[in-house]
């Protein structure tokens, strides 16, 4: 039991990672479909600098960044050239993975050495909680912290009312003299990189190695845990959780054995995400409450 809450735990950071970021976005009014694309090109980018420098914190910075010039692309567009949002994503995660595929092909079948576990002195001696909570990588860490920061930005400092007032009406920030495309540009930036970050973690702590495709659908999963979360991000990271325990149980089911055919036990991330989309969307009063006036348009919940 404790390797298994082990392995959920592990499993959520990167779906952490990418929601945050996006949440960041989406408070500014942005919609950014292409978290799939940046997440994947902060995998093979992380994976890449690994193989050239040896070194596994490298990895992270080369995600980071991966993910900061793949969003930027999508400003470009979104924000320099007024194209439309929901599209534009959807072309880059088209790009991402593509762009990924061509980049990775030299590295299938290659291997690296991930992030080192970090144990924090003392708390790591206690039982079953050290293990859980105080014997992971840096990254694991970061996530939490990265929660702990955007919660206390949005809610307690100016710049992070800024945001929001951007993101519920640009039109009166505007007039209050607000930069509105400034700030959607630094929160989509932001957002790249937290992307790129989650997908990083993969090479980086859980699978070792490069394989075109390896973030598996998480980037269309995180930007359904911002949904589900409405926008806050305390329960993003209790979203990521719960999403990351449906992952794993679907792959302890095939390796106990279970008799429900292995193609619906994969199917449960998706099917929940789904679930929990339909739930939402039904409750139109609960989408506009929580959602930036802009999505709220985007995504039709209210006239």
């Not at 990271?237 to 325990?245: K, P």
């Not at 099917?271 to 348009?297: D, K, M, Q, W, Y």
Request: neutral net charge; glycine residues 12%.
């Amino acid at each position: 039991m404790e390797q298994l809450i082990l392995t959920i735990l592990l499993t959520s950071v990167p779906l952490v990672f990418a929601a945050s970021g996006e949440l960041i976005a989406e408070r500014s009014g942005v919609l950014n479909l292409g978290v799939e694309g940046m997440m994947l090109m902060g995998a093979v980018s992380a994976f890449a600098a690994v193989m050239v420098t040896g070194n596994a914190y490298m990895g992270i910075i080369a995600g980071g960044l991966a993910g900061v010039l793949t969003a930027f692309i999508f400003a470009i567009f979104v924000l320099g050239l007024a194209t439309n949002q929901v599209a534009t994503g959807l072309a880059l995660t088209i790009f991402g993975t593509g762009l990924s595929g061509l980049v990775g092909a030299s590295l299938v079948g290659k291997a690296i050495d991930g992030l080192p576990q970090l144990p924090i002195p003392v708390l790591a001696d206690i039982p079953v909680l050290g293990v859980l909570l105080f014997q992971h990588d840096i990254m694991a860490y970061l996530a939490v912290v990265m929660v702990a920061l955007i919660a206390w930005f949005l809610k307690y400092t100016r710049a992070g009312l800024v945001l929001r007032a951007v993101g519920d009406n640009h039109d009166s920030a505007h007039a209050l003299g607000y930069p509105v495309l400034f700030v959607r540009l630094i929160a989509v930036l932001f957002g790249g990189m937290m992307a790129g970050l989650g997908g990083a973690y993969l090479p980086l702590v859980l699978t070792p190695h490069w394989a075109e495709g390896m973030t598996a659908g998480r980037g269309w999963i995180a930007l359904a845990l911002v949904v589900f979360a409405s926008w806050l991000p305390w329960r993003v990271f209790v979203g990521a959780l719960i999403f990351g325990g449906i992952t794993i149980m679907q792959l302890a089911g095939q390796a106990r054995g279970w008799t429900t055919p292995s193609q619906i036990l994969a199917m449960l991330p998706y099917i929940s995400t789904i679930v929990v989309l339909v739930l939402i969307s039904r409750n139109r009063e609960f989408a506009l409450a929580n959602s930036p006036a802009c999505l709220g348009r985007i995504f039709h919940v209210g006239k």
